[in-house]
């Protein structure tokens, strides 16, 4: 669009109270600047968006939250759609579903699924956005158990570039809903997504935290018990600066920690038993090992499990990296401490170890183009240009620790845990890319949300 252009009346321009809401993301590092914004709140909006979108010409991006804001192309031009669509989240408790509008997060999700005692596979955090989550992928703190949440997907409402309501299911647009979980975007703008839920009584969760001193042997005790968990229980293990700002106990902004979280599923009350003492043999090593600054490991209800991983309410700058490891071996340990250990001068705040592993590695026959995970373990890395601290800064150390990772880097990635579209990402063979692009060909013929496709999952990109 050019400064003669004449926007539709229902999208907002710069400068309006309408586009600031419109394009609001979460990481502020990776602002929406398009040259037209909307908030969706009914199909009948979406598709009216999508028809003058289209009547101008007009490339179209799709966004919730903004938490992935990062993983793809910056928004220059064009309309962003943000859905906020009503209704509510309905749940069926005899098939176990929950039909989601879009535009609703995941704590509004486990509230509704809680009376019937009936949980999600999902993230760790209750403000992050449900559709772009499980579409791509979905690494939960049940995943060991449950599989990428993108399994869970049984259906998804979306309008296409011609502004007509699609539902995909098993029965209706198959190979649609086959590309829709991991294909990368660019089909449409989703209204709404059906999932399948499972039982929860209680939930062992929590998290603890050492000074980093003691991070070598408790990194090497948490990656020997990982070796043979579960399937119930899923953690991750992180080293941390974090910086002394409201919100974060003095004790833990002192210097680096190193925090072991997660959580392990009683899905019947005779299970909570074993998750405890599950939960023990995980903890009670690494607690001899060193005493824990702080630690909230308990048993609590699904919603605990939103708390467990305290991550930021509010929206922060960010700039980070993200692959997956084949191994993690004591050279893998010793290489990742050396480049975000004590002493390794790291400017992240947060470098993660997740396990993988359980049904992560399952192949789901009901699943889509991405729906499983062969790495053991992923890693994720990130801070805030914060104090001296520049995105440069942030950018040079990600490709630190990525040097320092890569004998162990499995090539591949998973879409919902990506931090940068520059960075080396890929998850889909070719034969997947080519049959992805061939459905997104038919759905929108004419590329009308060419824009919206995440990098490395279209040929054309």
Do not use: K
């Amino acid at each position: 669009m050019n400064q003669h252009d004449v926007l539709p009346t229902a999208f907002a321009a710069p400068g309006t109270p309408a586009y600031d809401e419109a394009t609001a993301v979460f990481n502020l590092a990776a602002p929406a600047r398009p040259a037209a914004a909307v908030t969706v709140r009914t199909v009948d909006e979406v598709r009216a968006a999508v028809r003058e979108a289209a009547g101008g010409d007009l490339p179209v991006r799709v966004h919730t939250t903004g938490h992935a804001a990062g993983s793809r192309p910056a928004v220059d031009g064009g309309l962003l759609i943000r859905t906020r669509l009503t209704g509510g989240v309905v749940v069926d408790p005899e098939r176990r579903t929950a039909r989601i509008p879009a535009g609703t997060t995941w704590g509004e999700v486990v509230a509704a699924a809680a009376p019937y005692g009936l949980t999600a596979p999902h993230g760790s955090a209750g403000h992050v956005g449900v559709v772009g989550y499980l579409l791509g992928g979905g690494v939960s703190f049940y995943g060991r158990h449950t599989g990428l949440a993108a399994n869970s997907v049984r259906a998804v409402e979306l309008v296409t570039a011609d502004g007509t309501l699609v539902r995909a299911d098993a029965s209706n647009e198959p190979e649609l809903l086959w590309a829709l979980r991991g294909g990368g975007g660019g089909f449409g703008v989703v209204t709404a997504v059906e999932i399948a839920l499972f039982p929860v009584a209680r939930v062992v969760t929590g998290a603890t935290y050492w000074p980093a001193a003691h991070a070598a042997p408790l990194l090497a005790a948490w990656r020997d018990w990982a070796a043979t968990a579960p399937r119930r229980a899923t953690t991750t293990l992180r080293v941390m600066n974090l910086p002394p700002v409201p919100g974060v106990p003095p004790f833990l902004a002192a210097g680096p920690v190193l925090c072991v979280d997660g959580a392990v599923l009683a899905g019947a009350p005779d299970e909570v038993e074993e998750a405890e003492r599950r939960a023990a043999e995980l903890l009670a090593p690494l607690r001899a090992l060193a005493e824990p600054l702080m630690d909230t490991w308990a048993v609590t209800d699904a919603a605990g499990v939103l708390d467990a991983h305290m991550d930021p309410a509010d929206p922060v700058p960010f700039v980070g990296d993200h692959l997956l490891l084949r191994e993690l071996g004591d050279d893998t340990i010793e290489a990742f401490l050396g480049a975000v250990g004590p002493g390794s001068g790291s400017p992240l705040v947060v470098a993660t170890l997740r396990q993988l592993g359980g049904a992560f590695a399952d192949a789901d026959p009901r699943g889509g183009v991405l729906n499983q995970v062969d790495a053991p373990f992923a890693y994720m890395g990130s801070g805030p240009p914060f104090g001296t601290v520049t995105p440069a800064d942030l950018e040079r150390h990600c490709s630190v620790v990525r040097a320092a990772l890569d004998p162990w880097n499995a090539g591949t990635t998973v879409p919902s845990l990506v931090e940068g579209a520059d960075r080396p990402q890929g998850h889909l063979a070719a034969a997947e890319v080519a049959a992805v692009d061939r459905v997104r060909a038919r759905i929108d013929p004419r590329g009308r949300f060419a824009g919206d496709i995440a990098p490395g999952t279209t040929a054309a990109g």
